[in-house]
């Protein structure tokens, strides 16, 4: 009897997490872009926690429905700060864990209709993030010193983020010698550029910041406007 009992628990405490998911994210710019940082650090309908296991550093988040405990799910972040959102543009509530500022690790949870439960995706997020609902496009803001700065699209492919597109904003000119690089901005497919072999991935050499297609332009205005 006391197991049915826990088993029903579970069972209401799960489906009423999931009952209160919505297609959540928070306010966003004139360009359709918002901070992850910007997103609440708690929902309304369930509580989730976190802990620090003390001998790995490593968090524990704990997903609880009322009192009862739904989830425990173990994330390797450089800390434990919480936030909600639609993270991968499928109606449901989503965890982002960690603190999502740069050189920091940060990692998502996605909620699962099939499973009825958070699911680990084993994301590793380094960086400031901007997210963008109407075209599904995460963007990073991550930097290589003073004169470098790297800004990266990502994609959902199930629980992945594939990288999309990559910019390389380097100002300094014995940087971009180290890079191969000889203009300001160097736009790339994919997520890595450095030599010759890549050569066939540049989408866009400029030192223009207008000559870039118009999206790029509007990321970096967002990142300029938003506070980070």
């Avoid at 004139?30 to 296991?53: D, I």
């Avoid at 919480?82 to 940060?106: C, E, K, M, Q, W």
């Avoid at 191969?180 to 736009?187: D, E, K, Q």
């Avoid at 997520?191 to 890549?198: D, H, I, R």
């Amino acid at each position: 009897m006391k197991k049915i009992f826990t088993l029903l628990a579970m069972a209401i405490a799960v489906l009423g997490i999931a009952a209160a998911q919505t297609n959540f994210h928070a306010p966003t710019n004139k360009y359709g872009y918002y901070n992850v940082l910007s997103c609440p650090t708690s929902p309304s309908f369930f509580k989730a926690t976190t802990e620090q296991n003390e001998e790995d550093g490593t968090y524990k988040v704990y997903i609880y429905h009322g009192n009862y405990l739904a989830q425990t799910i173990k994330c390797d972040v450089t800390g434990g700060e919480l936030h909600f959102l639609d993270a991968n543009f499928d109606g449901n509530l989503d965890i982002v864990v960690g603190p999502v500022t740069s050189r920091n690790y940060s990692t998502i949870l996605l909620w699962s209709d099939a499973e009825q439960e958070f699911l680990a995706t084993g994301i590793e997020l380094n960086g400031y993030y901007l997210v963008n609902p109407k075209s599904k496009t995460w963007v990073s803001l991550g930097s290589n010193g003073a004169s470098t700065t790297f800004y990266q699209t990502y994609k959902w492919n199930g629980l992945a983020l594939d990288t999309d597109e990559l910019l390389m904003v380097i100002s300094d000119k014995t940087t971009r010698a180290e890079y191969r690089v000889n203009t300001l901005y160097t736009l790339i497919k994919g997520n890595y550029y450095y030599g010759l072999e890549t050569e066939k991935n540049v989408i866009k050499r400029t030192d223009q910041l207008k000559k870039l297609p118009k999206h790029w332009q509007q990321i970096i205005e967002s990142f300029d406007t938003m506070e980070l």
